[in-house]
């Protein structure tokens, strides 16, 4: 049997299929995500800068966004914006390190399905995005029946 430092955790392998973007300007959290959504096998695009998030919306569709929130200035607040302009459906996840209520409420009333604080465990973050994703396509199954 192989190895696997998320079995480790906690973490059971179930192959899983859908495309995240994940942003964050701390390359260790965003290393950190991406490994246990790549390691459940989820196509997983990376950007370090709101900007790069941004460019990355408009060209390629994602069944999950996962924006770090930076500071009480909520920088990701306009992947949140762009990514709910692009698809009212599509699960927009907000992390931070310290949660600030004015950014809570705001990410919330634009569309935003949840607001976290980091760290994440593992499991959590693989459960969030796993139940949304599936929602998602449950949706889209009903919509073209």
């Known amino acids: 049997m192989l190895s696997d430092p998320f ?23 965003l290393n950190f995500f991406r490994l246990i959504l790549e390691g459940q096998g989820y196509i997983v695009l990376t950007c370090a800068s709101f900007a790069a998030a941004l460019q990355c919306l ?5 069944d ?3 924006v770090s929130q930076g500071s009480q200035a909520f920088e ?3 992947v949140v914006d762009r990514a709910m302009q ?11 390190r310290c949660i ?17 604080e980091k760290p994440l465990a593992p ?14 396509k449950l949706r889209g199954q009903t919509t073209a029946a």
């Open 76 to 78: 990701g607040r306009s």
């Open 58 to 62: 408009d060209v390629e569709p994602f």
């Open 7 to 29: 079995t480790q955790r906690g973490v059971d392998f179930c192959p899983q299929s859908g495309k995240v973007l994940l942003v964050d300007e701390d390359t260790r959290d």
């Open 123 to 136: 499991g959590d973050l693989l459960r969030f995005v796993r139940g949304h994703i599936q929602m998602e």
């Open 86 to 96: 692009l698809n009212r459906q599509r699960a927009v996840l907000v992390v931070t």
């Open 64 to 66: 999950f966004v996962l």
């Open 100 to 116: 600030d209520m004015n950014c809570y409420l705001e990410a919330m009333q634009m569309g935003a399905v949840d607001y976290l």
